[in-house]
């Protein structure tokens, strides 16, 4: 029999994740994998703990050494000599020498599927359930691909004319055909009522039991610690307050989860394929992209190598021109040295001269003399060589540049930008200001993103869409057309050639509540210009000296009267809600900002 496409995609799922073979009496470990039990034994042995103690195998007329299935053959029993071998290599025990009581040691197990130490507790392997279930599936998966030639013979037909066992039965342990099945479970008899399985060569339990109490079968599930309980282990301290349901409502939950979750996945192949294809072209487009950025570096080096070379070409040129000049002074030099070698001559003539006893004679052919001797021994006296032969002066220092070669990298995008809470606020506008960090790759523009929230900061008010604004240039933005009293939630990411950056932190700014009035000081109204002088705009004035002050600077002031000025603004308000705000310097004193009747105001003038 050929198996079907469904079981030959399920058996990577039966395989035991440490011997990667087909699983054979698997537990259940505390992280929820499945495990052979004789792998779990032989990986705690090697790990240092004491040897185990392993579940018998089914004793069963169908597990002679004739008859034993292909994974028997494949995996030895658990007590064999290969795991008594591990035990005294590792454990260093002897046979017939008793070892003395230790107290219990909490072993860890190294699950290979989730890649973590698992607590197996005082108990070890003892505490693990065995995975009827994982086992149920694995004999179904090997009737169904038949494995070898090896049939399961029923055990009561009488050789030779032994028939090939259709039937098993899981509380007689036997495997039986159809006729014998009959006879030995008579209808309307307690045996008619017994289980009857696929045959098999390894028979295991009906139900589990619980691992403390072997008499007790397993009738609640504990959802705090997500393990199965028996009656008396639901009474202890342990479970007190935990959520601990029937198993039969266990089984009915996750068996309808289960079952969701798996047709949700069989309805969602079809974006599974798309994904697929998406992550393959993914991979083609790696394999492009990774192509054209290794052109580009070869590119980016190739440049730094021309530009090197040419470099080098200009700098030896420099050299070689400052080799030659220094070079030329430095042989006119020795000439105008090998020439005074050669004044011998001029000494033997002095000397001649020097026998002249005829005064007017003498003083007239010595001059010549005197001067060519001075200027041999202000040679002799002041020598230094007319060019530096030592080029300290052409020494290079490529430290910097080495820095910079060894620190060159691939781009990197731009870190999150750090808002200025300083410059930052809302006002008839929304100003927004920022700066990268130190450490952050330059950016070459700003991406500007916005949102309205309904509700003041703290709560969780709804949100519209993010509105951006796009290529901002500079490391700050002003926004417009905003709603009155509300919140509005900005962030700014930088953008280069290695994409976008990180969004900096959300800033939530409050707009003012009405409209905000735009308006300047009236220089006509109560302007008193030797006291107070406006700026430029006439947005803001400013007080200076007035005359008073000036005339007493000559002697010592002791006190002085000051008078608060009334500035009037060019806006008059009739009716409705407005709002502005007033920026006091600091050096201040008194500042008073009100709004008065028009009337009031004319007669304060008058």
């Known amino acids: ?232 282990c639901k009474l202890r301290r342990a479970h007190s307050g935990h959520k601990i349901m029937p198993i039969a409502l266990a089984y009915q939950t996750l068996k309808e989860k289960i079952t969701k979750e798996m047709n949700y996945v069989f309805a969602n192949q079809d974006s599974v394929q798309a994904q697929i294809t998406q992550v393959e072209s993914g991979i083609a487009q790696t394999e492009v992209h990774s192509t054209v950025a290794k052109e580009q570096l070869n590119q980016c080096v190739s440049e730094l190598r021309s530009v090197l070379a040419e470099r080098q070409g200009a700098l030896a040129m420099l050299l070689e021109g400052a080799r030659a000049q220094r070079a030329g002074a430095l042989n006119a030099q020795l000439s105008e040295k090998q020439s005074l070698l050669e004044n011998a001559g001029l000494l033997t003539y002095t000397q001649e001269l020097l026998k002249e006893t005829d005064q007017s004679c003498f003083v007239q052919a010595a001059r010549v003399t005197h001067n060519r001797l001075v200027k041999a021994i202000e040679n002799q006296q002041h020598f230094s060589l007319s060019a530096d032969p030592s080029f300290r002066h052409f020494q290079m220092d490529v430290s910097r540049e080495l820095k910079a070669l060894s620190s060159m990298d691939f781009i990197q995008a731009p870190l999150a930008p750090v808002i200025d809470t300083q ?48 290529d901002v240039g500079g490391t700050s933005a002003v926004i417009d057309k905003l709603e009155m009293d509300s919140v509005y939630v900005l962030r700014v990411r930088g953008c280069n050639k290695a994409g976008f950056g990180e969004y900096s932190e959300e800033v939530y700014l409050h707009t003012p509540p009405a409209t905000v009035l735009s308006f300047c000081l009236d220089s006509r109204w109560g302007l008193h210009a030797e006291r107070v002088a406006l700026g430029k705009g006439q947005t803001y004035a400013r007080s200076v000296p007035g005359m008073t002050l000036l005339q007493a600077a000559d002697r010592a002031l002791t006190s002085c009267h000051l008078t608060s000025d009334l500035l009037v603004a060019d806006v008059s308000i009739t009716q409705g809600r407005h709002y502005w705000a007033c920026s006091v310097e600091p050096g201040s004193y008194l500042v008073k900002v009100n709004i008065e009747i028009s009337t009031f105001i004319l007669a304060r003038m008058h």
């Open 1 to 232: 029999a050929h198996p079907s496409p469904d079981m030959q995609i399920i058996k990577r799922e039966l395989h035991c994740p440490v011997c990667e073979e087909m699983v054979k009496q698997p537990i259940v470990l505390p992280c929820m994998h499945s495990v052979c039990v004789l792998c779990a034994a032989e990986v705690l042995v090697q790990r240092g703990y004491p040897p185990p103690e392993l579940p018998a195998e089914p004793k069963t007329p169908t597990s002679s050494p004739i008859t034993r299935s292909p994974r028997q053959t494949r995996r030895p029993p658990p007590k064999t000599d290969r795991l008594d071998r591990v035990i005294r290599t590792v454990c260093g025990t002897h046979p017939g020498r008793r070892r003395k009581d230790t107290p219990p040691v909490i072993m860890l197990f190294p699950c290979p599927t989730c890649g973590k130490d698992v607590e197996l507790g005082e108990r070890g392997l003892a505490d693990c359930l065995r995975n009827l279930t994982l086992e149920r599936i694995v004999e179904r998966y090997r009737h169904t691909v038949s494995l070898g030639s090896m049939a399961v013979m029923c055990q009561f037909c009488k050789p030779p004319q032994a028939l090939e066992a259709t039937k098993g039965c899981a509380d007689c342990r036997s495997n039986f055909c159809n006729e014998c099945f009959k006879l030995y479970h008579p209808w309307g008899t307690p045996r008619a009522q017994h289980e009857h399985i696929l045959p098999t060569h390894s028979f295991r339990p009906k139900v589990l039991v619980c691992v403390e109490h072997e008499q007790e079968r397993l009738q609640f599930y504990c959802r705090s610690c997500q393990r199965l309980l028996c009656p008396l």
């Open 423 to 470: 410059k930052t606020l809302a006002y008839d506008q929304l100003y927004l200001c920022w700066r990268l960090p130190q450490d952050s790759a330059p950016a070459w523009h700003y991406s500007v993103e916005y949102l309205r929230k309904v509700g003041s900061s703290g709560s969780n008010g709804t949100h519209c869409s993010w509105q951006r604004l796009d």
